[in-house]
């Protein structure tokens, strides 16, 4: 709580303590309606005072960050302290020398001062009291101040003699700092006048000696003169009475019922609770926490935020916990959260809204779910009932997904609804975040149970769905998305359009694009406004080849603009960012580099207005512009796109970084590009995991390798990067024959244990077994970095184990052709591929890779022949625009000029969507 004592201003300062008791619920404010004395005036805010610490904070003070926290850490270390002041520049006896000339400059210096002074402290005879923190107990000892030393002067050491009488310690925190401007009210009324008025009265009630008058200003430096064994006051005055509250003028804040109470239940969220509850600071007035049984220190946690939280035993329905905090709430609102939520954007306005008592029932509020690895780089938005009246009668139902509408259309069936620009973050669908939960599995249990209560229920179906294409059971996810879609008939819930997009995404895992086209079709009937529709068309094209087919729906997708959530569910950027990065692959496909710049500038500048970090937008701008000769165009491209310029986004810096190590081989300029950004990110004050894994692996790249494991091994293995920067880090200790700390890590996977044991004896096993298939992905990875290293000899004994990884002929050989052909190292190429195209059996995209081999090694006529037969058995032609491109090419290089314009006049009629100018022709 906060109380402020005015004494009688007339300078317009009650117009601003008014204003802030309305917004403030935790606020009391004393109006006396005279000037009656620092002391007399503190009795009043003490006789207020309701906490077990009380700290006092005159009007001329300036706090410095955890200076508060500092103070009380003190009184937890201590029991025997009953007061705790702060040094400061002006203040007798906590006064210390500053160099600080303006308040930026303060807090700078306070900073430095409390980490160098960190634990350190002193007791002391008495502390002044424009900042102190008091237990509650000395004050029931000693009562308040002594308001009979007048207006201001000693009354605050007569305080600390007598806390001392009563047997407690004053302690000065040399770890703690607050800045006083001192005497801008004593200096007002006079500092020598009132000093004079007090010092008869404090000389009498401490039996002071005569010669005590010479230390009249500094009389708190003397402790000799007041030892409490030696000069103790009189009984009578060791306590002294506080005001009657009820004789006070008082403005309180939160009188009556509380405007807004948070809602929650939680189960072992000690990681995810502070953030949460941060964001309501100031917001909510009451918190009411339902704990399921934590282990961890959730509901402590909570208790330090001042929730009342009520332990319930989990009955396997959300509902059920959701409607105990009902009951517990005493708001007039209720706001419900998750611990993996925050109020975000908007939530200022809030209590503001709610006071002008608006007729609707309650609010839908826009929340953004991030996905991915880590929070705001993409989301996916929907509408969330979150904030209600607090009715009679309410519960929530469904034991997955609550809601609570229908039971608010019960008890009041006129209700109004509407949706306010208060936006909820939610963290929880983070990969990471799943993952460590296990939700899906309980998510599954819970949605088939409320199915076998309603076989016929849309949503249950739904949230089946839902789970079954989160475990990547595509045939199953579908079946259960078509029985919710037969089941909602004619009605358009919100979670529609959801639906359909997931019923797609499953058709295209199951490798039926035309019926997912043929789903879509139908969808952009509906009277919907739904960008995903269009952005999953554009993606179904586009790997079909049809880019210009493509790209119209792309723009279709943009042209939808929604700004709130207020019916339907939509990723977020498939009206902006990602639409825009869609259009830039399809520019990129046609051969439009600019344009394909454009986009994917726009792109970034999108998500960057709306604060997001699009990695995929990043990545192909800075790998597109690196084809360019000089690194220096490609911070120049990021700059022009970045809002606010590219000094105020250090995380772009480091993303960019990392997008520019990625393709191997590496572009010429990638390592001084990647180089440049860390240390412009660094100079920022940008630190982390994600840049220590990004710097381990330019240091892997620059062969420094002892130095890339140093800061590889600050990558936690929980982090996004963890494996990845794990299996970097093995493999730089390896390359410094640094075999101690290989051995160290205690590496469980075969193919790495198999490949140390070679690389350090020579004599490793073969990894003959079939080895888990992810490697088949990672394996060519590790290969190819070996390449870029020049690492030949690792990269020899590294073979061996292929077998292991791709124990079939044919994906070994496509692998090693396709990394050969990354290097341009085309001889390799025909030597890896020949077997197979002789044996039979090998793909087109083989066939295709032998053909480009062949025409930069000048067999153009072999090439010639591959590229006409895979011609003859495509599908269409945006299927072949790679082999025409290649044949005109060939034709080019034998002299065949007037074949050569055949295929191009044939690719410009072809429904490619674009025509070659002379420059692209040469090209």
């Known amino acids: ?5 005015d004494n009688g201003s007339t300078d317009g300062s009650r117009r601003y303590l008014k204003a802030l008791v309305r917004q403030h619920r935790n606020v009391k404010v004393v109006l006396n309606p005279s000037n009656i004395g620092a002391p007399a005036g503190r009795n009043c805010g003490l006789a207020l005072a309701e906490g077990d610490f009380l700290a006092f904070l005159d009007s001329d003070t300036v706090v410095t960050n955890g200076w508060l926290e500092r103070l009380l850490r003190w009184m937890e270390i201590d029991p025997t302290l009953g007061m705790v002041g702060p040094c400061s520049n002006f203040a007798s006896g906590q006064q210390i020398e500053v160099d600080y000339r303006n308040l930026k400059e303060m807090h700078e210096f306070a900073q430095r001062w409390c980490e160098r002074n960190c634990g350190s402290g002193l007791e002391t005879s008495a502390l002044i009291s424009f900042c102190v923190l008091m237990r509650r107990s000395v004050i029931e000892a000693i009562g308040g101040m002594d308001a009979r030393f007048g207006l201001i002067m000693h009354e605050d050491i007569d305080h600390s003699l007598r806390a001392r009488v009563a047997g407690f310690r004053c302690w000065l925190a040399l770890d703690a700092f607050v800045h006083h401007y001192g005497n801008r009210t004593s200096g007002r009324l006079g500092v020598e006048r009132m000093m004079d008025a007090a010092w008869p ?4 009630k401490w039996n002071l000696p005569p010669e005590a008058e010479r230390f009249r200003p500094s009389i708190s430096l003397v402790p000799e003169l007041f030892h409490p064994r030696h000069r103790p006051p009189c009984p009578q005055d060791l306590y002294e009475p506080l005001p009657d509250r009820n004789t006070l003028r008082v403005l309180e804040g939160g009188k009556g019922r509380p405007l807004l109470s948070l809602c929650m239940i939680t189960k072992d969220e000690a990681d995810a609770l502070p953030r949460c509850l941060e964001s309501v600071k100031g917001i909510v007035d009451e918190i009411v926490v339902v704990d399921t049984g934590s282990t961890d220190e959730t509901p402590q946690i909570a208790e330090g935020y001042g929730a009342k939280v009520i332990r319930f035993t989990w009955t396997g329905s959300f509902s059920d916990a959701r409607n105990e905090s009902l009951k517990h709430a005493t708001g007039e609102w209720i706001l419900w959260l998750d611990a993996d939520e925050a109020l975000a954007e908007g939530k200022e306005n809030l209590r503001r809204i709610l006071e002008q008592a608006p007729e609707e029932v309650g609010f839908i509020l826009p929340m953004v779910s991030f996905v991915g690895h880590r929070p705001h780089r993409e989301g996916h938005v929907h509408p969330a009932f979150r904030l209600f009246r607090n009715l009679p009668g309410l519960r929530f139902h469904r034991n997955l997904h609550e809601q609570i509408v229908a039971s608010i259309r019960q008890v009041r069936p006129d209700a109004k609804f509407g949706a306010l620009p208060v936006w909820i973050e939610h963290y929880g669908y983070l990969t990471p975040w799943v993952r460590r939960k296990q939700k899906v599995a ?18 249950a179906w739904y949230n089946l769905g839902r789970e079954y294409q989160r475990l990547a059971q595509w045939e199953r996810a579908f079946y259960c998305l078509r029985r919710a879609l037969f089941h909602l008939g004619d009605t358009f819930p919100p979670y529609l359009v959801r639906c359909l997009c997931d019923m797609v995404r499953c058709l295209i895992h199951l490798g039926r694009s035309q ?22 068309e554009g993606e179904i094209r586009w790997r079909l080849g049809q880019w210009a087919l493509a790209l119209e729906a792309f723009r279709k997708a943009l042209a939808s603009s929604p700004t709130l959530p207020l019916h339907f569910d939509w990723s977020e950027g498939a009206a902006s960012y990602g639409a825009w990065y869609w259009m830039g692959l399809c520019h990129q496909r046609m051969g439009q580099w600019e344009e394909a710049l454009r986009c994917f500038g726009r792109s970034l500048q999108e998500a960057l207005v709306r604060h997001r970090y699009y990695e995929p937008a990043i990545a192909s701008l800075v790998q597109q512009k690196l084809l360019r000769p000089s690194a220096e165009g490609v911070l120049e491209t990021l700059e022009q796109w970045t809002p606010r310029g590219l000094a105020a986004h250090p995380t772009l810096m480091v993303l960019a970084a990392k997008a520019a190590l990625e393709p191997l081989p590496l572009p010429p300029s990638a390592l001084k590009l990647a180089q440049t950004l860390l240390a412009m990110a660094e100079e920022q004050g940008r630190n982390g995991e994600e840049l220590a894994f990004v710097r381990g692996k330019m240091l892997l790249l620059q062969r420094r390798y002892a130095e890339a494991a140093r800061w590889l091994a600050r990558v936690p293995p929980e982090a996004p990067e963890g494996g990845m920067a794990l299996g970097l880090r093995l493999l730089a200790h390896a390359l410094a024959q640094e075999w101690e700390e290989v051995a160290a890590l205690e590496v469980e996977d075969p193919l790495w244990r198999g490949l140390m044991e070679r690389w350090q004896t020579g004599q490793g096993p073969k990894a003959s077994s079939p080895l888990p298939e992810a490697w088949r992905a990672h394996f060519p990875e590790l290969l190819a970095l070996l390449l870029q290293l020049e690492e030949f000899q690792r990269y020899e004994e590294a073979l061996a184990l292929l077998d292991g990884v791709f124990p079939d002929e044919v994906d ?16 390799l190429v025909t030597e890896t591929l020949l077997p197979l195209a002789f044996n039979g059996g090998m793909p087109r995209e083989g066939w295709l890779l032998l053909a480009q081999a062949c025409h930069r090694l000048g067999y153009h006529e072999e090439a010639e022949k591959i590229l006409l037969r895979l011609l003859q058995e495509a599908n269409g032609a945006e299927e072949a625009l790679q082999e025409y491109l290649l044949l ?9 000029s007037q074949e050569a314009q055949q295929v191009l006049d044939w690719i410009a ?13 040469r090209r």
């Open 1 to 5: 709580e906060l109380i402020i004592v």
């Open 201 to 204: 009265r404090f000389k009498e």
């Open 442 to 459: 309980r998510n599954l249990e819970l949605a088939k149970r409320d199915l076998r209560a309603n076989p016929s229920d849309p949503f």
């Open 515 to 536: 019926q997912a086209l043929a789903l879509l079709e139908e969808a952009h009937a509906l009277p919907l406004e739904a960008p995903d529709l269009w952005m999953l």
């Open 812 to 827: 070994k050989g496509m692998a090693l052709g396709a990394l050969y052909g990354r290097f341009g190292l085309w001889e």
């Open 888 to 896: 005109a090419g060939t034709y080019i290089a034998q002299g065949k």
């Open 909 to 921: 009629q072809g429904n490619f969507g674009f025509a070659f100018g002379e420059d692209r022709t």
